[in-house]
C-alpha cells in the first residue's frame, strides 16, 4: 500500500471538512463531542467493530464525551484510503448518533 499524495490528499478531504490534515500530510485528525460518556462510549465500540472489519485500527483518546481521533497507515508510511474510508464510517456513524452534528 502507498500513501496518498498531496493532490489526492486535498481532493479526499473535500468529503471530510471536519477532519484536520497534520503531520506533515501524513494523518488526519478529529475530536467527536458527545453528550455524555455513554455515548462517547458506544460510537467508540461500534467503531471498534468497523476497525476490526477493515483491519484498520485508529490512534484514539477518550475523556468524558469526547473522543480525539488520528488516523495513518503505519504500513504505508503515512495517510492511505484506508484512513479515509475509516474517516467516512465515523462520520457516518457520529450523524446516526448525533443527528444535528455534521
Given at each position: ?14 468529503s ?43 490512534e484514539?483518546f477518550?475523556?468524558y ?20 474510508a ?17
Amino acid at each position: 500500500m502507498t500513501p496518498l499524495d498531496e493532490k489526492s490528499t486535498r481532493e479526499l478531504m473535500t468529503s471530510l471538512p471536519e477532519w484536520t490534515v497534520n503531520r506533515e500530510g501524513g494523518a488526519i485528525r478529529r475530536s467527536f463531542h458527545f453528550p455524555d460518556f455513554s455515548q462517547a462510549f458506544g460510537f467508540m465500540a461500534q467503531m471498534a467493530i468497523v476497525s476490526e472489519k477493515m483491519d484498520h485500527h485508529p490512534e484514539w483518546f477518550n475523556v468524558y464525551n469526547r473522543v480525539e481521533v488520528t488516523l495513518t497507515t503505519h504500513d504505508a508510511g503515512g495517510l492511505s484510503t484506508r484512513d479515509i474510508a475509516w474517516a467516512t464510517r465515523a462520520d457516518a456513524a457520529y450523524t446516526r448518533l448525533i443527528p444535528h452534528a455534521e
